[in-house]
């Protein structure tokens, strides 16, 4: 197993964001967290990567107890978030945004070839690498900020919300980019508003409601599951 | 004509070393949206260390070398001991700002204490290491020539570090947006110490050059020089180093022009005099971004 969630609380001042969460990921997945606005998804991806403290409870990655550790110290265990609402760095070149991504990493060379393997990911990048990432598209700083997580080469990418205000066209593209992302090797922990479409690439899922996990199991079983059709797939499955 | 080019020239040196203070104002607001008012005082210190250590018999240079790291590192922790348990309980900006002057007040005192250096004036070595040129019935003092030209260098090398490397690019990243930078593994923490650390030895450069030019020190000449500098830095666009560099120039030329044309009087206050007029035109200062320098 390679993350390992166990009672995760979080408390923001008196708020209980998260109570009590049990989670897991394995190596070559793609798993989901689905629920709606307010339920705890980003929290969760914040504190697995650092961002906020876990007021109780325990988060292992590959063996290791990675528990609020620092974030910048995060990134160097191979975990990489690309958070929500893409946080690019604005008034930096889409090059350095990247080359922010591989801050942890030294050898030249790899990086030149993680830098291919982006640009061949999201070609529209390459086309504008001396461009500020604040003058980039909605769609475009999206794949900046995947392409930026992925600098670092991460083991486990974390993605909150890669479809979030973007045309449909683009989020299937996003959604293509993640299962091939997955398949060149990249274990995914995908949160998602767009319930359907998630569902539809994980392999397992989570569904949090209120700060706990109500529902997980197979992604395409939950898919038919009437509790999940009803509360996240209602307007969406009348295909 | 030669009064007017002297005071030009005058200007143009005096500016530079303006210019390498304002640096410091505008890193440090960068990376932490804050104005560090202790800045003047470690300008004073810098100074001083030279001071004592050439008293002690340490060479000229040597000097000048210990003193710039020592600036350096007092500047780095009063971020450590009085700003960054602010930023950690997150305290409203207004506290980390009063703190800055507490603590320039406190460095400058504590400079002027009876079993320190005293309050009294004290002398500087020339910084006129070879002789004075001359052209027609103008002088340019070597002291003039060495703070433009190692101010310049100095400034350079600043915007190497801020613009081609990686430490550079991981304070431009903090400066942006922490958070985030964090995530790409930046440890801000030390992002903002090097910071301060790269101002602190900015300011004690600046106070030697200034002194060596004077040839006279005092624990509260930091004060004056260190808001000039600032409003050096603001009317440049506070956060941009080009800017801080045309800033500290126009400063310092205005200021001598005017000197020498209405009394020394007039010195000190031209630089506000400057900031209002350019603030009234451009509120962001002549490069300011916008949006930025919201305090
Ligand atoms: N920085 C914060 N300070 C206080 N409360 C927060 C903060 N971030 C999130 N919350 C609260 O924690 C809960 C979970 O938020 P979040 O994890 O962002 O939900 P989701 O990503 O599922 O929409 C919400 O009630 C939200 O208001
Ligand atoms: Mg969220």
């Given at each position: 197993m390679m993350l390992k969630i166990t009672d995760l609380n979080v408390h923001y001042g008196f708020i209980h964001a998260l109570k009590g969460i049990d989670m897991e990921v394995n190596e070559g997945e793609i798993v989901t967290l689905i629920g709606s606005n307010g339920a705890g998804k980003s929290t969760t991806l914040g504190a697995i990567s650092g961002l906020v403290k876990a007021s109780k409870g325990k988060i292992e990655f590959e063996g290791e107890n990675i528990t609020n550790l620092p974030a910048y110290k995060v990134v160097s265990k191979k975990i990489s978030l690309s958070p929500e609402g893409r946080e690019v760095f604005p008034a930096l070149s889409v090059e350095e945004n990247l080359r922010l991504g591989a801050f942890t990493r030294s050898d030249k060379a790899e990086i030149n070839q993680s830098f291919e393997r982006v640009y061949d990911l999201f070609p529209r990048l390459k086309e504008r690498i001396k461009q500020p990432a604040g003058t980039l598209s909605g769609g475009e700083q999206q794949m900046l900020a995947i392409g930026r997580a992925l600098m670092s080469r991460p083991k486990l990418l974390l993605l909150d919300?890669?479809?979030?205000?973007?045309?449909p066209n683009l989020v299937l593209m996003i959604f293509d980019l993640i299962e091939s992302i997955n398949k060149q090797g990249t274990t995914i922990l995908l949160i998602e508003q767009n319930a359907n479409m998630a569902l539809s690439v994980a392999h397992r899922a989570y569904v949090l409601e209120t700060g706990k996990i109500s529902l997980s199991g197979d992604a395409k079983e939950l898919m038919n599951d009437p509790r999940v059709k009803s509360a996240y797939l209602g307007e969406i499955h009348e295909t | 004509m030669e009064t007017f080019i002297g005071a030009v020239i005058n200007g143009l040196a005096l500016g530079m070393a303006y210019a390498l203070i304002a640096v410091g104002y505008s890193m440090v607001f960068g990376v932490l949206r804050l104005i560090n008012f202790a800045h003047g005082s470690i300008y004073a210190f810098g100074a001083y260390m030279v001071y004592f250590f050439i008293s002690i018999q340490v060479g000229l240079f040597w000097s000048i070398m210990i003193a710039i790291v020592l600036s350096g590192i007092l500047a780095m922790l009063v971020d450590k001991l009085a700003l960054e348990p602010l930023r950690k309980k997150q305290s409203i900006p207004i506290a980390s700002l009063i703190t800055t002057v507490g603590v320039s007040f406190i460095i400058q005192n504590g400079l002027a204490l009876e079993q320190v250096f005293t309050s009294e004036k004290k002398g500087f070595p020339s910084l006129n290491l070879f002789p004075n040129i001359m052209i027609g019935n103008l002088t340019i003092q070597s002291s003039q020539i060495i703070m433009f030209a190692v101010a310049l260098v100095l400034l350079a090398v600043l915007s190497y570090i801020v613009n081609k490397t990686k430490i550079g690019l991981s304070m431009r990243a903090t400066e942006q947006n922490a958070r985030a930078a964090s995530l790409m593994g930046v440890n801000t923490n030390f992002v903002i110490s090097f910071t301060f650390f790269l101002g602190g030895c900015s300011a004690a450069i600046a106070g030697t050059l200034i002194s060596g030019y004077y040839q006279i020190i005092s624990p509260?000449?930091?004060a004056t020089i260190g808001l000039k500098a600032f409003a050096a830095a603001v009317v440049g666009g506070i956060g941009v180093l080009y800017g801080s560099v045309v800033g500290g120039l126009v400063v310092g030329v205005v200021e001598c022009i005017a000197a020498q044309y209405l009394g020394s009087n007039v010195r000190d206050p031209m630089a506000f005099v400057i900031l209002i007029l350019i603030l009234i035109i451009k509120p962001n200062g002549l490069f300011g971004k916008k949006g930025v320098s919201k305090v």
């Open positions: 919300e890669p479809s979030m205000g973007l045309a | 509260t000449m930091g």
